[in-house]
């Protein structure tokens, strides 16, 4: 256990994983998005079959995004990613360590389109206003994932600048929020034009 705990601790330390204003502003994106999240919650009106439903849909997605946000500067998947090198190596199977890897991203692909069907059956009913919500969730969790599994070469595509020097990190990784972002800001829209679609009636 002590070799374990040495090993891990001499190559990651905690503290502030990305301190860059890119690093900074998706943990504000992220705290923002759970804020609607929240805000759908406690404020938007869904219809009565399926009311209790999105509820906890939502509540599901403020709690994880707001995990998200706290992680990003904890950067607990380094440690995770960290804590896999060192077994590896003091196991005796670092060398074997992609199959390793490999396995790890089929089963959180399995993991993914399960927790996808959940989604889908929860939500039953929903999908005009809760499908891109689903997409964003299930992109921004699977993003995170794959991150900590630990292949150099996604994290050197990630590192890589796109437009205006933004590392193609940030643009995938708040894509997911985006799409969460948008179902969530549809919500009022929609009960504005059921009730006028309402009070229209004879």
């Known amino acids: 256990m002590q070799d374990i705990y040495s090993c891990v601790f001499g190559t990651w330390q905690p503290g502030i994983g990305d301190?860059?204003?890119?690093?900074?502003?998706?943990?504000a994106v992220y705290l923002a998005v759970a804020a609607l999240a929240l805000h759908a919650v406690f404020r938007a009106v869904f219809?009565?079959?399926?009311?209790?439903r999105e509820r906890i849909f939502w509540s599901l997605v403020a709690l994880v995004l707001l995990g998200l946000a706290?992680?990003?500067?904890?950067?607990?998947?380094?440690?995770?990613?960290?804590?896999?090198?060192?077994?590896?190596?003091?196991q005796g199977w670092y060398g074997q360590r992609r199959a390793v890897q490999t396995e790890f991203i089929a089963a959180i692909g399995t993991l993914s389109l399960l927790s996808l069907i959940g989604l889908l059956w929860l939500l039953r009913g929903t999908l005009r206003r809760s499908a891109p919500a689903i997409v964003g969730l299930c992109f921004v969790s699977g993003f995170v994932l794959i991150r900590a599994a630990g292949f150099h070469h996604f994290d050197h595509l990630l590192g890589m600048p796109t437009l205006l020097s933004v590392r193609a990190n940030m643009v995938l990784e708040l894509t997911g929020p985006l799409?969460?972002?948008?179902?969530a800001l549809r919500l009022p829209r929609l009960r504005h034009s059921q009730g006028h679609g309402i009070a229209g009636k004879p």
Request: charged content about 10%; aromatic content about 4%; proline content about 7%.
């Open 19 to 27: 301190p860059t204003w890119q690093g900074w502003t998706t943990v």
């Open 47 to 52: 219809p009565a079959p399926s009311a209790r």
């Open 70 to 90: 706290i992680n990003k500067q904890l950067d607990l998947q380094s440690a995770l990613t960290a804590t896999g090198r060192c077994l590896a190596k003091l």
């Open 179 to 183: 799409l969460i972002a948008l179902a």
